[in-house]
Each structure stands twice: as structure tokens, then as C-alpha cells.
């Protein structure tokens, strides 16, 4: 499975921001497609992911409510729109594609087996 993101930028406090990750390859065993970031100094954390089966949508707790995954199936494609950006969303973006089927670990990054480049999110005014 490959994995393409894109979409990221610099926006000012308050702004939204819409990231893109397209997969490509053996998709047909993809479980789970999600975002995780990583912040300068700071571990990677999970952001959301978005199940394939049944559609559900998983986030962190920084981000329910402020961001919303979708994942247009015609194209294998998962967006993230990311809404009342604050400087502390600051990160590097990765999308990443899990074919583990546990929806208990969705959100835990270590069963993610395929992971695209990082895009920058900056939010600074």
C-alpha cells in the first residue's frame, strides 16, 4: 500500500486546513486509514483514523470536535478537515494505513503498517 498526503500549509489562528491522503497499491487490505502528527520536541500522537468497514471514525480527544475524517471510497482517499486551528495543532501531519483489524488498537500507532511522508502544518499568525 502506498500512501500520499498532501494539503498542509501555514494558516493563521482560527483558520482551517483540509489534508489529503490517497492509497494506492493492495488497498483491498487496508483496515483502518488514519492521521497521526508530531510536534517539534514532542512524541508522535494520534490524531484520527477513519475505518473502512462500516465507516466508523475514531479521533483523540485534542481533536473530536475540531477536526472530522471522511474517506471518499471511489478513490481510496482520506481527508482530514481541521477546523479553529490553534498554534498548538503545530506539527508534522502523517497519514498511515493499518491492516490489522482490532478496532481497540486504532488509535495506537504500533499496528499501522504503512505510513506516507509527513506533511507541515504550521498555525501562526
Known amino acids: 500500500v502506498q500512501l500520499q498526503a498532501s494539503g498542509g500549509g501555514l494558516v493563521q489562528p482560527g483558520g482551517s486546513l483540509r489534508l489529503s491522503c490517497a492509497a494506492s497499491?493492495?488497498?483491498?487490505?487496508?483496515?483502518?486509514t488514519g492521521w497521526f502528527r508530531q510536534a517539534p520536541g514532542k512524541e508522535r500522537e494520534f490524531v484520527a483514523t477513519?475505518?473502512?468497514?462500516?465507516?466508523?471514525?475514531y479521533y483523540a480527544d485534542s481533536t473530536e470536535g475540531q477536526f472530522t475524517i471522511s474517506r471518499d471510497s471511489a478513490n481510496n482517499t482520506v481527508y482530514l478537515q481541521m477546523n479553529s486551528l490553534k498554534p498548538s495543532d503545530t506539527a508534522i501531519y502523517y497519514c498511515a494505513a493499518t491492516t490489522v483489524s482490532d478496532r481497540f488498537r486504532v488509535r495506537n500507532d504500533i499496528v499501522y503498517d504503512y505510513w506516507g511522508q509527513g506533511t507541515q502544518v504550521t498555525v501562526s499568525s
Open positions: 477513519f475505518r473502512w468497514s462500516g465507516r466508523y471514525t
Open positions: 497499491g493492495r488497498t483491498f487490505s487496508v483496515y483502518a
